[in-house]
């Protein structure tokens, strides 16, 4: 296998990259000049041991040796090397960087780059950062030891059932997501990046290569020679664009390719040469390679694995929506290709391709391309609400997809269903009972649809089954990553006092905005007049 | 936690002198250093002069810029008449004390391992701009200091060079707690407190946090109409007061 577990070196499996001169090897003078303050690293701390005691860590196991690092598991204890847990603290781990001779840009800038980003990030699908060491002494970084291997063994299973796939992609989509909201590309999504909690979350590890949005870029300027691992890297990447989400996407494709069929797309090249060819020459279509590979994961996957950013899936969130509901997927001429582009096509992307520099001014920063590829969600009652609510609705939506050409947008209604007995919808009745609220759903998203020109899957649309609406919504809403719910309220009714409102509850817990819309009632009178406040009443 | 404010370039601006301060008390300040010009192109040098002066008499670092020199000096017949018009204005407007104490400042000062200085670090009286990557490696190599701030550019900016002898940039994004490990070499250009330039009106400071390592760009917004008023009245340049509005 060629995925074995690696720290950062510039072009993946390249022993030649290190030694290629790319890395100013007149830099140890530079430094010398500048007095006391160049790093005495490696050579000045001992190996560490079991037992070691660091920075009030005591390393009690080495889990694993790599070329650039070694990962041991800690605990804390105090001055007298007794146990002091932290309470509420995980298992921990600690990484250390392999530094040889004490100058190995890969490993040290790396290293300070991981330095930088891991203390910004929070939430479910990172380690949690504990502490740092200082790099003067000891470099180290702490973190959440998270239990059981990556993904990586699972590529020698390869091909995986396309549940599990599917399962994959959503999960790690998932993951991407929370992390680009976060200002923060990974740059570096492979199978041994890529681990799992006990609730099925994944965790994406290793932000030794990654960028983020609001830090300096210290790789930047670092190296001459494309940053990532060989066949994961996204072609922009092959390019030196470090700022776009959509590459990690790419590389998500790459791992879900590899799933799907055993092979690599782009297998595993080892020279920036070979590393451009993917500019140019498009993978063989997965149906070509497994029989059993419906049109729509092909779809999923070519869709991923576009050369342009601008063609791929615009943010993480659209497509673990897709994987959600393949049903939904538009398939387009990705997804009927059973062989490679034409010689004459690849020949004319390969002259387009030759010494093009990608549009550096042009590029998007992660933080526009997430804001302009918002998932809308309108959650409509088709079989309950006004005619007038819903051509208010309906208006509404258009305006707000209109502003956002790239959003997406999913219509969304709820078939109430009883509590306990479920089973009565499995049978003719509650099929059609379905079926009838997708044809009212699609009918009422109609005139946007064609007044929009929404194309190429922006358009899907989602009958829920549940007892409770505003629980289906803001569940669908979480599920998805949806950014905006439009959705009618009740008014003032009989029905509303007596089922309680969808509305408020959705806005009351939703994590996203919610936007409530009513149709205008002109005979409306309010129950009371609203008193105008006065600046005596605030002090009153 | 130690918390130094960093403000720079005040050019005789009080009301974005005032936010600045209310602001960075706010957010905790503890020391303060003033990286210089803090009279030149607005209409209260004397207010500003006197703030600073009770600053510093309080333990604050203060550096002399070229608009401090130029008002100690006075006009000199090379100059364009608006600037020999502003610096004759200016001077008139301080007292032989305020005179005294911008007279008075060093071109640079260095603490712990932080180097202050208003233009850079390898001829702080020769007033050049570092305007770019290269300057930024030359004013790093001229000091031991693992932290340089320097004013005299009016946009912020952050420099860094790395052991392995790589220099880069970074346009900050303000509100963002940005690390700065000492294990690289960092030049903090905070921003024009008085007259910001990169198009956004509000005033420009730095908190740099040494004990966290870290610096963070503050935008206060100020009331820069107030301020372009008052240069009008003095009769200062027009362009002087209209491009507080625009940032420019």
Known sequence: ?540 | MTKIAVVTDLHANREAVEAVFAHARAQGATEWAFLGDFVGYGADPAWVVDQVREMVEAGAVAVCGNHDEAAVIGSTPQMRPEARMVIDWTRAQLDPGQLDFLAALPFQVQRDDVLYVHANAFAPSQWEYVQGRADAVRSIHATSCHYTFCGHVHEPRLYHLGATGKAGDFSPTPEVAIPLPGYRQWLVIPGSAGQPRDGNPAACYAMFEPDAQRITYHRVPYDHESAAAKIRAAGLPERLAARLAEGV
Not at chain 1, 37 to 51: N, Q, T, V
Not at chain 1, 157 to 171: N, S
């Open chain 1, 1 to 540: 296998m060629n995925d074995r577990p690696r720290a950062k070196a510039p072009v993946a499996q390249s022993g030649t990259a290190r030694s290629s001169g790319a890395f100013d090897s007149g830099a140890g003078s530079r430094m010398k000049r500048s007095g006391e303050w160049k790093y005495d690293i490696g050579g000045m701390a001992p190996p560490l041991e079991r037992g070691a005691i660091v920075d009030g860590f005591l390393l009690e196991k080495r889990l694993h040796q790599g070329g650039m690092a070694s990962m041991w598991r800690v605990s804390r204890v105090d001055a007298e090397g007794k146990p002091a847990p932290v309470e509420g603290e995980p298992p921990l781990i600690m990484k250390v960087p392999r530094i040889k001779g004490g100058e190995d840009p890969a490993t040290i800038v790396g290293y300070e780059v991981e330095q930088m980003i891991m203390p910004a990030l929070t939430g479910h699908h990172v380690p949690r950062y504990i502490a740092r060491g200082d790099f003067t002494r000891q470099p180290f970084i702490v973190m959440e030891h998270i239990a059981g291997d990556t993904l990586r063994p699972r590529l020698a299973e390869a091909p995986l059932a396309l549940d599990e796939i599917t399962e994959i992609g959503i999960k790690v989509a998932n993951a991407l997501h929370d992390l680009h909201r976060q200002h923060v590309v990974h740059l570096d999504v492979k199978p041994s990046n890529i681990m799992f909690r006990p609730d099925g979350a994944a965790v994406l590890v290793d932000y030794g290569l990654s960028r983020h949005e609001h830090l300096p870029d210290l790789l930047e300027e670092e190296f001459s020679l494309p940053m990532g691992t060989g066949p994961y890297m996204s072609p922009e990447q092959v390019q030196f664009i470090r700022n776009d989400p959509r590459s990690d996407l790419f590389a998500l494709g790459v791992m879900l390719y590899h799933f799907t069929t055993g092979e690599r797309p782009f297998g595993a090249p080892t020279s920036v040469r070979g590393l451009r060819k993917r500019l140019w020459i498009d993978p063989v279509p997965p149906r070509a390679l497994r029989k059993d590979c419906p049109p729509w994961l092909q779809e999923v996957i070519l869709k991923c694995l576009e050369v342009q950013p601008d063609k791929r899936y615009q943010t993480a969130a659209q497509l673990a929506l897709d994987l959600q509901q393949p049903d939904q997927i538009v398939l387009t001429r990705r997804a009927e290709r059973m062989a490679r582009s034409s010689q004459w096509t690849r020949l004319k992307r390969w002259f387009f391709a030759l010494g093009a520099e990608p549009a550096e001014a042009a590029a998007p920063s992660a933080t526009e391309v997430l804001n302009r590829s918002n998932i809308i969600m309108a959650a409509v009652d088709v079989d309950n609400a006004s005619p007038e609510l819903l051509e208010q609705l309906r208006e509404t939506v258009r305006r707000i997809v209109l502003t956002e050409p790239g959003a997406r947008l999913a219509c969304v209604s709820v078939m109430r269903i009883a509590r306990i007995g479920t089973d009565a919808l499995t049978d003719h009745t509650g099929k059609s009972l379905h079926v009838k609220q997708l044809v009212g759903l699609k009918h009422w998203a109609r005139p946007i649809s064609k007044s929009l020109n929404l194309e190429d899957g922006r358009l899907t649309f989602h009958v829920l089954e549940a007892p409770d609406p505003a629980d289906a919504l803001v569940d669908f809403a979480r599920r998805n990553q949806v950014d905006h719910i439009v959705m009618g309220a009740r008014g003032v009714s009989a029905l509303r006092r007596y089922l309680g409102s969808v509305s408020s509850t959705v806005v009351a817990e939703s994590l996203c905005t919610v936007t409530v819309v009513r149709a205008s009632a002109p005979d409306a009178v309010p129950a009371e007049p609203v008193k105008q406040a006065t600046p005596s009443d605030g002090i009153s």
